[in-house]
């Protein structure tokens, strides 16, 4: 089956700090990765994908086959990075591109 | 562009009654994916719309429930003799095509309270 875990509900880290949020899938055959954020009062929004393998407001994610992760890191936490993430797959069956959401990690940046 | 927009923001229903519930899209969007958050989870993935057909429904319960996009206006998320575990956040992301290239805009959700 499709699945994707986060297994943390809250990151809490200091400003400064390493940051890293993890995901797991379980996917058979080339899953597409995403990360969405949602800050407060704000609708969800893409933070960035793997395909692109871009650097977005210093967060990287790498895909990792082997271990079927694809775990979101910032090496220095900002306090404007307090937000829920949620790491997403797309799959299923003619590639519509419908997304399968992990249950979402709340990151709290103290100061 | 005003982004996707939803409407009502919240809405209240008594068991029994129906809920309909507006999506519409972003301009040059042509397709729709409705995803509903219960409680303490992620969003899950109920169907999926072009204009005027249903691609992908998978996700949707096989009662009360239905879809629709049609040729005009918004899209609609119509749960029928709604049931306390009806409440839930419901969420619609449009985008220009589908497929994994394109990127999904959601709009800000339906929050449905069911008393």
């Known amino acids: 089956a499709q699945r994707v875990t986060q297994p943390e509900k809250l990151l809490s880290v200091f400003k400064g700090a390493p940051v890293e949020l993890k995901c797991n899938y379980s996917?058979?055959?080339?899953?597409?990765l995403f990360w969405y954020v949602q800050y407060s009062r704000q609708r969800l929004q893409l933070l960035l994908r793997?395909?692109s393998r871009e650097s977005i407001k210093g967060f990287t994610a790498d895909l990792n086959k082997g271990e079927t992760s694809f775990h979101l890191k910032k090496p220095f936490a900002q306090e404007e990075d307090s937000a829920m993430y949620y790491c997403?797959?797309?799959?299923?069956?003619?590639?519509?591109?419908?997304?399968?959401f992990g249950q979402g990690t709340t990151l709290q940046v103290k100061p | 562009n005003a982004g996707v927009m939803q409407n009502p923001r919240h809405l209240v229903r008594r068991r029994g009654q129906e809920a309909r519930l507006r999506c519409s899209p972003m301009?040059?969007?042509?397709?729709v994916y409705w995803y509903r958050q219960l409680p303490e989870e992620g969003l899950k993935f109920m169907v999926y719309?072009?204009?005027?057909?249903?691609?992908?429904e998978s996700g949707m319960p096989k009662e009360r429930f239905s879809a629709e996009f049609p040729k005009e206006g918004p899209s609609i998320l119509r749960i029928q003799q709604v049931v306390r575990g009806d409440s839930a956040a419901y969420f619609c992301?449009?985008?220009?095509?589908?497929?994994?290239?394109?990127?999904?805009?959601f709009g800000p959700g339906t929050r449905l309270t069911v008393t």
């Open positions: 997403a797959l797309s799959g299923g069956s003619g590639n519509t591109g419908k997304l399968i």
């Open positions: 793997h395909i």
């Open positions: 301009k040059g969007h042509s397709h």
């Open positions: 996917y058979s055959g080339s899953p597409e």
């Open positions: 719309l072009q204009k005027e057909n249903i691609i992908d």
């Open positions: 992301a449009s985008s220009p095509l589908s497929g994994d290239t394109y990127e999904q805009y």
